[in-house]
């Protein structure tokens, strides 16, 4: 598990002051990126190796409101890896509450064909040591 800190602006939130629901996806994205780039993720490098990553469904859970200037912490966890897709399981908290919640399924496709293609070998075996 990692946790990546992010703070809300102003940007991010809807007309009642509070953090938009599709902005959690933006951070989650954010945070799942930082997560892998510590085992070799680097999108340009991917798509220099014709290789790109998509979110084949999510669930997510908006449990309560984070609001502008408030600092967030998204944990990241590893759930499930398999040679094309992998999935994610993430939290946000906000002063150790949980705010909301997703679990993302993603997979691994050729940039060209957009077909399933296997993740290179040396990001499987870092996302490996994730689980």
Known sequence: MKAYKLRVYYEDTDAQGVVYYANYLK??????????????????????????????????????PARLDDEILISTRLDKLGKVSFNFAQEAFLDDQLISEAYIKCGSLDSHSFTPSSLPEYL???MKKLL
């Open 124 to 126: 499987h075996k870092g």
């Open 27 to 64: 951070f989650f994205e954010r945070a799942r990126t930082e997560f892998l780039r510590g085992v070799g993720y680097e999108q340009m490098k991917l798509m220099k190796e014709g290789i790109i990553f998509v979110v084949r469904s999510l669930e997510l859970k908006l449990l309560k």
